[in-house]
Structures are given as structure tokens and as C-alpha cells.
């Protein structure tokens, strides 16, 4: 067994304990290849969330702050994250991500860049899942973290609300255009999965 797996394994009995988490319109088994989750972001348990729901190991881009939190920093460092920092300057990571998309990886990511406790409709998001799906050639899973009032509390209901695997088809002249598109198009989607999950708790 990996330290990913032991991680994951001491994770999801840890979540399970302290939230009632559920997850609607996840595939028995995800697809191979290069896969990026595409989700909202409302806490720090978000990416958490989503490792002990998938069923593949997942790195994900996060901010460097959270490498200096106690406890949560032990476990992105075994789940895997790309360490992003708030003043830019982060080209080489990117490039980083899209390798590791192309050799297969799944990687989460939360383009609205920070978090917000509020439903993800009318939030900003950036264009960054757009540009690696279009360099790597990934598809997009949509996904939207829902609780009440978007804070996560012990014992609340957590909803993991997954959209399809696709590869979004868009129009644009040049790659900037193209990418912002299929990231806007992901992030409605998003947005959407939101607004079905809130109903469910």
C-alpha cells in the first residue's frame, strides 16, 4: 500500500466521523488518463473532499499558504499538491500541471483562485483549467462542494456534486479566447451542479 493510500484510507474514516458527506453522479470507476476535477472552493476541506471521494489519486493546485497550516499541511503534502503563490509568478507550475496531465495524472483544481462562502454564481473564476485542458488535452469533471451557508462545520451535510467528463467545445480565434471559454463553460457548469445540490441538504 502507497503512503497515498494509507493517507486516503486514514482520511475518508476521519471524515467520516467528523461530516456527513455525500457524493451524487460519481462514476463506479473514473476514467483513465489525464482527468481535471473542476470545482468550487469554499474551504480548506474542499480538496480533501474530493481525495477521499475519488477513487484515483489526485494532485491539485493550492496556495502556498497551506503548507503552514497545522495538521492540514501534513496531508497535502501526502495527497500531492502544486504549491501556488498569491503574487503570481507561477509559469513553471503551470507547466508543471500540464505535464502531469499529459502522463495521465488527475489533477483538481478551483478556478474562482480563492475561497468564497457563498453560492459559486456570480463569483469571479480565472481561465487556468481552460488553458491546461487545451495543452494537455484533458477532459473536465465538473464537480460542486455544497453545505449550508457554504461553511463546514462538525457533523454538517457535505454534497459532492459531479458533472461528466467532457471535453468542452467552444469557439475563440486564439488559445487565450478558447481557454477562458471552456473555463467559463466548466465553471456555469459548476455553478449549475451548485444549484441542484443546495435542494439536498
Known amino acids: 500500500m502507497t503512503l497515498y493510500e494509507r493517507l486516503v ?21 473514473l476514467p ?10 469554499s474551504s480548506n476541506f474542499d480538496a480533501l473532499f474530493l481525495a477521499a471521494a475519488l477513487d484515483r489519486p489526485i494532485t491539485f ?12 499541511r501534513h496531508i497535502v503534502r501526502g495527497v ?24 495521465g495524472k488527475l489533477l483538481v483544481i478551483f478556478p474562482q483562485g480563492r475561497r468564497f462562502r457563498k453560492t459559486p454564481r456570480g463569483t469571479p473564476s480565472h481561465g487556468g483549467a481552460g488553458m491546461m485542458a487545451l495543452l494537455s488535452g484533458a ?6 462542494i455544497v453545505t449550508r451557508r457554504y461553511r463546514v462545520r ?3 451535510k457535505v454534497v459532492l456534486h459531479f458533472g461528466e467528463p467532457k471535453t468542452y467545445q467552444v469557439q475563440g480565434e486564439g488559445r487565450s479566447e478558447k481557454a477562458r ?3 467559463d463553460a466548466a465553471f456555469e457548469d459548476i455553478c449549475s451542479l451548485a444549484e441542484e445540490a443546495e435542494k439536498m441538504l
Do not use: T, W
Open 61 to 72: 493546485m493550492g496556495k502556498k499558504s497551506l503548507l503552514y497550516v497545522p495538521i492540514i
Open 154 to 156: 462538525p457533523f454538517c
Open 32 to 41: 483513465e488518463g489525464g482527468l481535471i476535477v473542476c470545482s468550487n472552493h
Open 9 to 29: 484510507g486514514a482520511l475518508r474514516r476521519v471524515l467520516r466521523v467528523f461530516f456527513r458527506v455525500r457524493a451524487i453522479g460519481l462514476p463506479e470507476k
Open 181 to 183: 471559454a471552456v473555463s
Open 80 to 103: 500531492g499538491m502544486i504549491p501556488l503563490s498569491r503574487d503570481g509568478g507561477d509559469a513553471a507550475k503551470l507547466r508543471q500541471a500540464v505535464r502531469e496531465l499529459k502522463d
Open 139 to 144: 477532459r473536465i469533471m465538473p464537480c460542486a
